[in-house]
């Protein structure tokens, strides 16, 4: 079936912080409305996953206007060990329905040794690991990465994150992004602590990037589900699942929390793409 792309300005990307749920169902979060289900639209990199359409009701919002969110189960990916063209199916779509304010969820190791399961990390950086090529969404477009997540996302997420109970709670930090589907090696994870890295997960990257490239704020929250390699020695993930259970409406109503309640924000997340200029332009047509 296509769907005609509505004009949206606000986009959730699920992840694994929600998998274990039944995001919109179960969050029970007055004012946040399901209008639509299966929305399955066409893009040059392939069709997409169904997306759903919220309405956050004025009465929950900072401009007291209702705003429409466009949401995606896991990362828009079409099966769950390998994306399948998601990411680029779902920037594309949240490119032509002109949004402007993306948060996404996940969870992941916590590489750094202070981190336990069940902590909240909000992070201001990223590396990446993983190294494989992106498609260029828009053309003659380039981008700097300097601060990549948006401050005035990251603080309401913050907030909201607080406000569902969660204590240890980091607006701050740097996430390793590996290639996966499976988990790095102690060796990897070694190589990430000597990098700085605070936790490691596989779907920051391209996210991250292509909300930049379509000119878009981000703004991501990830909670410590295990353990990286190698840092307890006698750790067996008993807790995993259990986690994934208890956080997933806590997590999709932190998410549509912080859009409702983001306002004008003083960041500089759209200066940061740039136009190619037309003599190197040319260069790269030849
Ligand atoms: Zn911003």
């Known amino acids: 079936m296509k769907n005609k792309i509505p004009n949206v300005k606000y986009a959730y990307i699920g992840g694994s912080g929600t998998w274990a749920g039944n995001f919109p169902y179960d969050i029970n979060m007055e004012g946040a409305e399901l209008l639509e289900d299966n929305l399955v639209f066409d893009t040059p990199y392939g069709k997409t996953v169904p997306f759903k359409l919220i309405k956050l009701h004025k009465d929950i919002t900072a401009d007291h206007e209702d705003r429409l ?19 680029e199916q779902i920037f594309w779509t949240f490119m032509e329905a002109g949004v402007k304010n993306i948060v996404v969820e996940g969870s992941g190791g916590g590489v750094n040794q202070l981190l336990d399961p069940g902590d909240i990390i909000i992070p201001t ?12 969404l828009v053309a003659n477009k380039i981008v700097r990465m300097l601060n990549p997540t948006c401050p005035g996302l990251r603080k309401e997420i913050e907030k909201a994150a607080y406000k569902e109970g969660f204590t240890r709670v ?11 589907p499976r988990f790095e090696s102690a060796s990897e994870i070694r190589m990430m602590q000597n990098a700085l890295v605070d936790i490691a997960g596989i779907t920051l990257v391209p996210e991250i990037y292509y909300a930049r490239l379509i000119g878009a704020c981000l703004g991501s929250l990830y909670i410590i589900s295990n353990y990286a390699e ?45 136009e190619v200029d037309n003599k190197v332009k040319a260069k790269w047509e030849k």
């Open 125 to 136: 950086d990223f590396i990446d690991f993983k190294k494989v090529p992106t498609t260029p």
């Open 69 to 87: 969110v466009l949401t995606v189960d896991f990362h828009g990916w079409h099966s769950p060990d390998e994306p399948s063209g998601g990411p």
């Open 230 to 274: 190698g840092l307890i020695s006698d750790w067996r993930g008993e807790s995993i699942f259990d986690i994934y259970k208890d956080c997933a409406p806590k997590i999709g109503r932190i998410m549509l929390s912080s859009l409702a309640n983001v306002g004008k924000v003083d960041c500089h997340c759209a200066e940061y793409v740039t």
């Open 170 to 180: 980091f607006n701050r930090g740097v996430y390793g992004c590996s290639q996966g």
